[in-house]
């Protein structure tokens, strides 16, 4: 039985992957956690139900959206939190290139109606921030590590409406004095994640194969193929649940700044195929190369994986790879989960 601790986090995004794992750490160390969830349709707090089996640990939940300053100004009046964690986004790379003018309503503009929300309330001396930043901020050009002295050259609607969000809260830092820190987060994923990124896509049609295999059905070709877009498009891949631990240091210390997180060793696409595939006992092999690349079963013959020019994006950013040595010596933060450990959770789970 977790004791409270007197602290009040408030978190945007708590319906998403981060949110949710979010809300279980600050829930475990004792904090009244809140959180703004968008009016669906349908129910959208499958993640929270998962991770909060106990229905009186859940956190309390206001309707709102980043697009609905009044809205947020009341929610934040109402809860007066001691921590807010803005992870609200609209998160897919892809998608920003359909949607670029409401990707930076809600990702940029609107971390702007958020710290406008602590000033309006009186909270800014005393309420302290974390931004939801992102390696899609780096262009991804090179295999260089990046870290938080970098240049930023951001390739997409997401990553250009992420930049304006960082920028935000430098300057609330420096203008407000407020207690604003940046993370900026390389990918981290679980079983968790969306079903579009590129993770759970894979393990989730992964798991598919291997569970008809084991029950000998027949596997259809025309469904059961996955169909990828960049598969040597490089990734900094961690675990979420590390990741909202350093959101959580950040804000622990005695001067906002801004961290890298990331676990420092990158992979492709096509290594993340081979790991899934591996998970389930299979071996895959490729053959052909570009667009006519595909990848087969070694034992059956099946065709597996084929590649689909829908998914390229108009501009790609190619590789990334991070350097989280000042979140290790400031924060002491070390990602406990492996590429393998990771891989293999969300093999299990999917
Ligand atoms: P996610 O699973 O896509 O969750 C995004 C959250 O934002 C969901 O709760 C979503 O609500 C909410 N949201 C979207 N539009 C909103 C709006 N207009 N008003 C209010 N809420 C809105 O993303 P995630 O992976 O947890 O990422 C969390 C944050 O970290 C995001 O800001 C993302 O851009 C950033 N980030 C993620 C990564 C990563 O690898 N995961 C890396 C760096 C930075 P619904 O559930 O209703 O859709
Ligand atoms: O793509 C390639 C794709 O969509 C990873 C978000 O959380 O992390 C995430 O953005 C790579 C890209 O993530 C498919 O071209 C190939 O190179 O899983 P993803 P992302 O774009 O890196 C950053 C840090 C964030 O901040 C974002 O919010 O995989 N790729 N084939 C594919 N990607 C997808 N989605 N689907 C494919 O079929």
């Known amino acids: 039985m977790t004791l ?64 609905d300053a009044g809205g947020l100004t009341r929610i934040v009046a109402e809860v ?14 892809q998608v ?4 670029p003018e409401y990707t930076g309503n809600v990702d940029g503009l609107g971390v702007i109606r958020i710290l406008e929300a602590v000033r309006e309330t009186g909270l800014a001396a005393q309420c302290r921030f974390y931004q ?23 390739r997409s609607p997401y990553g250009i409406a992420k930049l304006y969000g960082y920028w935000a809260t430098v300057n609330y830092r420096e203008a407000y004095g407020m207690f604003a820190c940046n993370g900026i987060l390389f990918n981290h ?17 992964v798991a598919a194969y291997k569970n008809s295999i084991e029950r000998k059905e027949p596997v259809d070709s025309q469904t059961a193929v996955l169909k990828l877009g960049n598969i040597d498009a490089r990734r900094d891949w ?6 909202v631990a350093g959101m959580y240091l950040m804000l622990q210390q005695p001067e906002p700044d801004d961290y890298v997180l990331a676990t420092g060793e990158n992979h492709s696409v096509r290594d993340f195929v081979e790991a899934a595939f591996a998970a389930a006992g299979r071996t895959i092999e490729w053959r052909g190369s570009g667009e006519a690349e595909k990848a087969f079963d070694t034992a059956t013959g099946n065709l597996l994986v084929e590649i689909d020019p829908a998914f390229y994006r ?16 400031k924060l002491g933060w070390q990602p406990q989960y492996t590429f393998a450990g990771l891989v293999n959770e969300m093999m299990d789970a999917a």
């Open 189 to 205: 994923e679980s079983p968790l994640r969306g079903e579009t990124f590129v993770t759970r896509k894979i393990t989730k049609a």
């Open 80 to 93: 007066r939190p001691d921590e807010i964690y803005n992870l609200a986004a609209m998160s897919h790379v």
């Open 314 to 329: 108009p501009a790609e950013v190619p590789v990334l790879l991070g350097d989280p040595s000042k979140a290790r010596a």
């Open 4 to 67: 409270p601790n007197g602290k009040t986090a408030l978190i945007t995004g708590i319906t998403g992957q981060d949110g949710a794992y979010l809300a279980r750490l600050l829930t475990d160390k004792g904090y009244a956690v809140h959180g703004i969830v968008r009016r669906a349709s349908s129910p959208n707090t499958v993640r929270l139900e998962t991770l909060f089996p106990d229905k009186n640990m859940r956190p309390v939940l206001h309707h709102g959206d980043m697009t």
């Open 96 to 99: 920003s290139f359909d949607n």
């Open 132 to 154: 939801a930043s992102t390696s899609e901020l780096y262009g991804g050009l090179n295999n260089e590590a990046c870290n938080e002295t970098t240049p930023f050259h951001p």
């Open 238 to 243: 961690g675990h979420a649940a590390d990741y």
